[in-house]
């Protein structure tokens, strides 16, 4: 009796330890590559799974997207311009075989050849180009990756530059630069002015000439502005040219009438 209640204690053991090594858990987030004998035979789902101790093998995958930050590069840009730059890239698992049987280490596979392609597309562009068409950089830079990390079951959602570190020197000079449009655009504007204010002045003077009223009106004008501080004395000159007018009529008046005087004389 001893005998059998030993066997069938030693059984339920057997048995408790069979499904502890038989049960396999697989998260909502993960694949399980079953192996058999070292041969892939099925991709698990998430959820409860059973598989046979000792010959059975399950390697799970995270099919979430990975966050990889791409360490500093120092790249020399088309134009001979040496610079540090960083950048970021999001990938994940899109076939969870590929990325078990394909490559070792698929992440830092992932990491090596992003650095490699930051530096040859970078390397393509200019300095100018570099700072300012990082969408396009970006994009070349996914498109690349893509073309390999897709033998291994991986896709790049996202390559963003994150920082890019300039030489002191090449700071200075595009301050200078900078400067330098800054008064150029200054020096534009108020030439503009000046020609719009010439413009303005030209259209005033043929107004005056058209109205010699206008000038008499804006002469008192200044009067009264000029008249506000009462300690100030102020000598302003009167029209010149409409008493040289008033004095030139005056004069061709009396011419006209002396010559109509001497020619009235003889006829009488």
Same mark, same amino acid.
């Given at each position: 009796m001893k005998v059998l209640v030993m066997v069938l204690?030693? !059984?339920?053991?057997? /048995? =408790?330890?069979?499904?502890?090594?038989?049960?396999?858990?697989?998260?909502?987030y993960q694949r399980g590559v079953l192996f058999r004998l070292g041969r892939v035979v099925a991709v698990r789902e998430p959820g409860l799974n059973f598989i046979i101790p000792i010959i059975d093998g399950l390697k799970k995958v995270s099919m979430? =997207?990975?966050?990889m930050p791409i360490q500093s590069q120092g790249i020399i840009t088309r134009d001979n311009v040496s610079v540090d730059i960083s950048a970021v890239a999001y990938f994940r698992v899109v076939d969870a075989q590929k990325s078990v049987?394909?490559?070792? &280490?698929?992440?830092? !596979?992932?990491?090596? =050849?992003?650095?490699?392609? *930051?530096?040859?597309?970078?390397?393509?562009?200019? +300095?100018?180009? /570099?700072?300012?068409?990082?969408?396009? =950089?970006? !994009?070349?830079?996914?498109?690349?990756?893509?073309?390999?990390?897709l033998e291994w079951g991986v896709e790049v959602?996202?390559?963003?530059?994150?920082?890019?570190? @300039?030489?002191d020197t090449m700071k200075r000079a595009m301050a200078r630069q900078a400067e330098a449009e800054r008064e150029k655009r200054a020096k534009i504007i108020a030439a503009e002015g000046e020609? +719009? !204010?010439?413009?303005?002045?030209?259209?005033?003077s043929d107004?005056?000439?058209a109205h010699p009223l206008a000038?008499?009106?804006?002469? +008192?004008?200044? @009067?009264?502005? *000029?008249?506000?501080?009462? &300690?100030?004395?102020?000598?302003?000159? /009167?029209?010149l040219m409409s008493a040289i007018a008033d004095i030139g009529g005056f004069f061709a008046r009396e011419t006209a009438a002396a010559s109509a005087g001497i020619g009235a004389g003889p006829a009488a």
């Open positions: 204690l030693l !059984a339920a053991i057997v /048995a =408790i330890v069979v499904a502890a090594l038989s049960i396999r858990v697989v998260f909502q979430r =997207i990975v966050t049987v394909a490559i070792e &280490n698929v992440y830092a !596979a992932i990491d090596q =050849i992003a650095q490699t392609t *930051l530096r040859k597309v970078v390397g393509q562009h200019t +300095l100018d180009q /570099a700072l300012a068409e990082t969408d396009a =950089i970006n !994009a070349d830079i996914r498109k690349i990756l893509d073309t390999t990390t959602t996202l390559v963003e530059l994150k920082d890019i570190q @300039l030489p020609a +719009l !204010a010439a413009a303005a002045l030209g259209d005033a107004t005056m000439m000038l008499q009106l804006r002469n +008192l004008q200044t @009067l009264v502005e *000029l008249g506000v501080d009462k &300690n100030t004395t102020v000598v302003f000159p /009167a029209p």
